[in-house]
């Protein structure tokens, strides 16, 4: 059974940090991006950033550039994502998702597998 399993959200004042991880399992992690989304009440969701299978290319939207990293662990099959400077706007659910697409995409349609999400609340 495929799974993606987000934790590390929660409540943090404005310009803290937080770190979320997506722990995967049941497919070859190797061969997957990995890609960071979020949704806001009332919004679309928003591609933030990835990072390809195992060369470690990397992609940020300019939203979180500079602010956000990315990065993974393929022996223990997780990606981290380091949030630091907060702002409230960036309140809300976080998912990882899984892309068998070799090139680095925001677009959510390239992305095969999804995680739960796990919420963040940056307060001001």
């Known amino acids: 059974e495929v799974q993606l399993v987000e934790s590390g959200g929660g409540l943090v004042q404005a310009g803290g940090s937080l770190r979320l991880s997506c722990a995967a399992s049941?497919?070859?992690?190797?061969?997957?991006?990995i890609g960071w989304f979020r949704q806001a009440p009332g919004k679309e969701r928003e591609g933030l950033s990835c990072?390809?299978?195992?060369?470690?290319?990397?992609y940020y939207a300019n939203s979180v550039a500079g602010r956000f990293t990315v990065s993974r662990d393929n022996a223990k099959n997780t990606v981290y994502l380091q949030m630091n400077s907060l702002k409230p706007e960036d309140t809300a659910v976080y998912y990882c998702?899984?892309?068998?697409?070799?090139?680095?995409?925001?677009?959510?349609?390239?992305?095969?597998?999804w995680g739960q999400g796990t919420q963040v609340t940056v307060s001001s």
């Open positions: 990072i390809s299978s195992s060369d470690g290319l990397t």
């Open positions: 998702a899984a892309s068998p697409f070799h090139e680095l995409t925001a677009d959510g349609r390239f992305y095969a597998y």
């Open positions: 049941g497919f070859t992690f190797d061969d997957y991006a």
